[in-house]
């Protein structure tokens, strides 16, 4: 197991590397970057798509002793658009900002925001209590729910039982995050019914001044409804996926035999099927962690006022702020690759009978 796990974590390093190098080589051919993002702040106009588009022509850009690279700089000196490049790395190569990039990575140094004037780390870190309680309280919950809701439907599969859930959580699944997300606003939280839970943020003004008890029920009460809103979606994929694992095991011949010598239903499903049947869902745990732990809902988070990953992600995508950019990619790139690690190792702890290292490849 060893040898497996020292070539799962050297494979981390292409793998790593390959994703930043595709999103580095993306962003290359993205109109409007840093640069003309402060030209566009200096020449009064926070668009800066609008002075790419009808800014003027090239020739106009020169004559007003801009530089014609940037048709956002009319009138602005050349020697101030050179700083700018220097200041922000632009008067290299491409490959060398990308390998200088990689380079300060491997040291865990992100660099500083180009317009918050602020480390990566240090945004990362001040984002991440939203990014957690919405990612670990939606997982929690979908796993609490969805196994023995799966388990349940495997059981009586074919039941009226079955055939109802089964259409609560497909209609779940379809219905659209954002348009749960405002349902439950209205009817919970002071629209046109009843006014239970909070509107928005993650604390209320006086957390400060509550007790402890106060403060952990106070946190609740606030991440309630984003917590389902965000978990309502994964409910459908979980639970069926641990419905048709079970199927899949209690057909199985062992199974017929454990019942012919005498053992009751639970043990023979929480004893035997249980181990074999929830492989297949926790293949599935990385991306399910990564997707709700890090992804960050712009949308859940911008409609119940919470500032998390999500919009730190969308606002450094519309700014086109590099570190902040690649930054976050590079960690939770690198958190995502760890994950699917410790998925491998989990798969062992449940059933101690795989072995990877003698699996075929």
């Given at each position: 197991?060893?040898?497996?796990?020292?070539?799962?974590?050297?494979?981390?390093i292409p793998t790593l590397f390959?994703?930043?190098?595709?999103?580095?080589?993306?962003?290359?051919?993205?109109?409007?970057?840093?640069?003309?993002?402060?030209?566009?702040?200096?020449?009064?106009?926070?668009?800066?798509?609008?002075?790419?588009?009808?800014?003027?022509?090239?020739?106009?850009?020169?004559?007003?002793?801009?530089?014609?690279?940037?048709?956002?700089?009319?009138?602005?000196?050349?020697?101030?658009?050179?700083?700018?490049?220097?200041?922000?790395?632009?008067?290299?190569?491409?490959?060398?900002r990308f390998l200088d990039m990689?380079?300060?990575?491997?040291?865990?140094?992100?660099?500083?925001?180009?317009?918050?004037?602020?480390?990566?780390?240090?945004?990362?870190?001040?984002?991440?209590?939203?990014?957690?309680?919405?990612?670990?309280?939606?997982?929690?919950?979908?796993?609490?729910?969805?196994?023995?809701?799966?388990?349940?439907?495997?059981?009586?599969?074919?039941?009226?039982?079955?055939?109802?859930?089964?259409?609560?959580?497909?209609?779940?699944?379809?219905?659209?995050?954002?348009?749960?997300?405002?349902?439950?606003?209205?009817?919970?939280?002071?629209?046109?019914?009843?006014k239970i839970f909070p509107l928005?943020?993650?604390?209320?003004?006086?957390?400060?001044?509550?007790?402890?008890?106060?403060?952990?029920?106070?946190?609740?009460?606030?991440?309630?409804?984003?917590?389902?809103?965000?978990?309502?979606?994964?409910?459908?994929?979980?639970?069926?996926?641990?419905?048709?694992?079970?199927?899949?095991?209690?057909?199985?011949?062992?199974?017929?035999?454990?019942?012919?010598?005498?053992?009751?239903?639970?043990?023979?499903?929480?004893?035997?099927?249980?181990?074999?049947?929830?492989?297949?869902?926790?293949?599935?745990?990385?991306?399910?962690?990564?997707?709700?732990?890090?992804?960050?809902?712009?949308?859940?988070?911008?409609?119940?006022?919470?500032?998390?990953?999500?919009?730190?992600?969308?606002?450094?995508?519309?700014?086109?702020?590099?570190?902040?950019?690649?930054?976050?990619?590079?960690?939770?790139?690198?958190?995502?690759?760890?994950?699917?690690?410790?998925?491998?190792?989990?798969?062992?702890?449940?059933?101690?009978?795989?072995?990877?290292?003698?699996?075929?490849?």
């Open positions: 197991m060893g040898a497996y796990i020292l070539r799962r974590i050297l494979l981390v390959g994703i930043m190098v595709i999103n580095f080589a993306l962003v290359q051919f993205v109109p409007g970057g840093p640069i003309e993002q402060v030209l566009a702040r200096l020449e009064g106009s926070g668009d800066v798509f609008a002075n790419i588009a009808g800014g003027g022509d090239a020739g106009a850009t020169e004559e007003a002793g801009g530089d014609e690279r940037y048709l956002g700089a009319r009138g602005l000196p050349p020697e101030f658009i050179a700083e700018l490049e220097h200041e922000f790395g632009f008067d290299k190569p491409p490959v060398e990689m380079w300060n990575y491997l040291h865990f140094d992100f660099g500083e925001s180009y317009f918050r004037s602020v480390s990566v780390v240090d945004l990362v870190i001040e984002k991440m209590p939203v990014s957690i309680s919405l990612g670990l309280w939606s997982t929690l919950l979908a796993y609490l729910v969805s196994i023995p809701l799966g388990i349940r439907k495997a059981v009586r599969d074919g039941t009226p039982f079955d055939t109802w859930t089964s259409g609560a959580i497909i209609v779940g699944y379809a219905i659209p995050g954002f348009l749960f997300a405002i349902l439950l606003l209205v009817l919970f939280a002071g629209g046109s019914y009843w928005r943020g993650l604390t209320s003004d006086n957390w400060e001044e509550l007790s402890l008890i106060g403060k952990v029920l106070d946190y609740l009460w606030h991440i309630t409804l984003p917590v389902i809103a965000s978990t309502i979606s994964s409910f459908a994929t979980l639970t069926l996926l641990t419905k048709n694992s079970f199927l899949d095991e209690i057909k199985k011949q062992y199974v017929l035999t454990a019942k012919a010598k005498g053992l009751s239903e639970r043990r023979v499903l929480y004893g035997h099927v249980f181990r074999n049947a929830m492989l297949i869902v926790i293949a599935g745990f990385p991306a399910v962690f990564v997707s709700v732990f890090f992804g960050g809902s712009l949308i859940i988070e911008t409609i119940f006022s919470l500032d998390g990953l999500g919009r730190l992600g969308y606002e450094a995508a519309v700014a086109r702020d590099y570190p902040v950019i690649f930054g976050t990619l590079f960690i939770f790139g690198l958190l995502g690759l760890v994950v699917g690690i410790i998925s491998d190792l989990t798969y062992v702890w449940v059933d101690p009978r795989i072995d990877f290292e003698t699996r075929e490849t």
